[in-house]
């Protein structure tokens, strides 16, 4: 691993303690080192409408380092803004550090940056390298740029299953998850915006959708059905970047008929099986192994998109 990576990963470790209060901003590190390979300044963007990585990692420098700012590098995992938001430019702090180079993990893709920050950063006349780690920074931050590029939010389809595939037992509810999975699965909700299920699971499982066992804000409550479809643009325009869908077998594959998803979480419990009941759904055949989990009985395994696949129908699942 070079000393870039090394940095890079630190900066994406910190982001990621943005992930509650960030919203609806994207996540992002920021880490100073200083010539001599020592870290002087360390930050991450807290909350929305505060200062942002770069500004918290300069604020951190204690004064009687800042003498080497000059010949340091800041790495950051997004490139830093360029626009006056409700915050002054990131890459105008920059200049006026006067850091010798800047590392970045990717270009954000958000239309009001877009690479601006990189141009204003080598037209200062400071070295600008793009691209460590670059898969893992998008990674990251994968809800907010499916939600600029696609203009829709970052969809998980999950479900629970039976070791042989089934959702329930002669159609009637089970207990597939335990104590320990059910608690990630809140976890989940507390970390995404909104939260749908279809009529039917609704009217069957009356399920609550919260966050009952982690801590944090619950996730907007949705229910689907042929007299109220999914309205993706509503959700764009209330600013909701994720949706996790729990619903049944028919709403889970309506949406991936019409390949609506991005991320798909599957539990399955290794000690139960059943002899008749709800068919779990197929795994889409362009999807590929991002994760794999074991916890006791139970196991998920989260897919993600291949991207090179086509893009997604604009109807909405029903």
Not at 105 to 111: H, P, S, T, Y
Not at 160 to 186: R, V
């Amino acid at each position: 691993m070079s000393d870039d990576e090394k940095y890079m990963h630190r900066c994406i470790q910190l982001a990621r303690n943005g992930r509650q209060n960030a919203k609806p901003n994207p996540m992002v590190g920021a880490v100073i080192v200083s010539a001599d390979g020592r870290i002087i300044g360390e930050g991450y963007h807290v909350r929305c409408g505060e200062g942002h990585a770069e500004v918290n990692a300069f604020a951190s420098v204690r004064s009687e380092d800042e003498a080497l700012l000059p010949g340091s590098t800041i790495y950051v995992s997004l490139e830093p803004c360029s626009h006056y938001g409700k915050t002054p430019p990131c890459a105008d702090l920059i200049i006026k550090k006067g850091v010798r180079r800047v590392v970045v993990g990717c270009i954000d893709e958000f239309a009001e940056v877009q690479g601006r920050g990189i141009r204003k950063l080598r037209e200062a006349g400071i070295e600008v390298e793009v691209g460590v780690l670059e898969k893992e920074c998008k990674h990251l931050n994968r809800r907010f740029f499916t939600f600029h590029r696609e203009k829709r939010p970052f969809i998980i389809l999950k479900w629970a299953q039976t070791a042989n595939g089934f959702l329930d037992d002669h159609f009637k509810p089970i207990q597939i998850s335990s104590d320990f999975t059910k608690m990630l699965s809140h976890k989940l909700r507390a970390e995404e915006d909104a939260i749908l299920v279809g009529r039917v699971t609704n009217e069957r499982e009356h399920p609550q959708l919260t966050v009952r066992d982690w801590k944090g804000q619950n996730p907007k409550r949705l229910v689907i059905d042929h007299s109220h479809p999914l309205n993706l643009d509503s959700l764009h325009a209330h600013n909701i970047q994720s949706l996790i869908v729990e619903g049944g077998a028919k709403t889970l594959q309506s949406f991936m008929e019409k390949g609506l998803w991005d991320e798909l979480r599957i539990e399955t419990n290794l000690s139960i099986t059943v002899t008749d009941g709800t068919r779990a759904p197929q795994v889409p055949a362009d999807s590929i192994v991002i994760g794999c989990h074991v916890y006791g009985n139970n196991q998920i395994i989260i897919y993600g998109r291949n991207q090179q696949e086509l893009h997604p129908t604009s109807e909405s699942p029903t």
